[in-house]
T-cell receptor
Framework: GENVEQHPSTLSVQEGDSAVIKCTYSDSASNYFPWYKQELGKRPQLIIDIRSNVGEKKDQRIAVTLNKTAKHFSLHITETQPEDSAVYFCAVSRQALNDYKLSFGAGTTVTVRA | KAGVTQTPRYLIKTRGQQVTLSCSPISGHRSVSWYQQTPGQGLQFLFEYFSETQRNKGNFPGRFSGRQFSNSRSEMNVSTLELGDSALYLC?????????????FGAGSRLTVL
């Protein structure tokens, strides 16, 4: 199956600073790259996604960049706030040929220090 | 618009028993996927159903099975439970269509096997 590596596994940042999480994948046929946020005891929730026809997407304080040639993509959170503390998962999918499954990274635990 | 509903939310079983979990997708969604979440293995894909047909399957033993009904509701069954089956089982629904296949997760069913 698809191999997705996510780094770092834990990240502690000062409130107001930026956080960056990186993921690499192995399947060059992957064309959909979502990021999910999971707060303690809650369900994973989609926060942003990007498809292979764009290189960058931004939504307020969060952005995702994609480098298909190098097969890596990153999540950027600016001006971090305490409510950004959560586990973040990257995922990849082919979204074609009846293969819509998401392969997830291992997750990054983000702690925002007040 | 109601979200993805999973029942039961919590259950405790003993080794050797079997369990059935239920998932009601968002209205209009035809795809239901199941994932197993554990601290050690992260989020692992079990299977996906689209219009009552299993469209994709992960690398789990045959003890794990599922089905989807004509109203898109899905059930998954685990037979001959093992201690290692203790996990949070998440289902996610989506349109199942390329370009618009955004997964929305339910709150999960937490299974404990004693």
């Amino acid at each position: 199956g698809e191999n997705v590596e996510q780094h770092p596994s834990t990240l502690s940042v000062q409130e107001g600073d930026s956080a960056v999480i990186k993921c690499t994948y192995s399947d060059s046929a992957s064309n959909y790259f979502p990021w999910y946020k999971q707060e303690l005891g809650k369900r994973p929730q989609l926060i942003i996604d990007i498809r292979s026809n764009v290189g960058e997407k931004k939504d307020q304080r969060i952005a995702v960049t994609l480098n298909k040639t190098a097969k890596h993509f990153s999540l950027h959170i600016t001006e971090t706030q305490p409510e950004d503390s959560a586990v973040y998962f990257c995922a990849v999918s082919r979204q074609a040929l009846n293969d819509y499954k998401l392969s997830f990274g291992a997750g990054t635990t983000v702690t925002v220090r007040a | 618009k109601a979200g993805v509903t999973q029942t039961p939310r919590y259950l405790i079983k003993t080794r050797g028993q079997q369990v059935t979990l239920s998932c009601s997708p968002i209205s209009g969604h035809r795809s239901v996927s199941w994932y197993q979440q554990t601290p050690g293995q992260g989020l692992q894909f079990l299977f996906e159903y689209f219009s009552e047909t299993q469209r994709n399957k992960g690398n789990f033993p045959g003890r794990f099975s599922g089905r989807q009904f004509s109203n898109s509701r899905s059930e998954m069954n685990v037979s001959t439970l093992e201690l290692g089956d203790s996990a949070l089982y998440l289902c996610a629904s989506s349109s199942g269509v390329t370009g618009a296949n955004v997964l929305t997760f339910g709150a999960g069913s937490r299974l404990t096997v004693l």
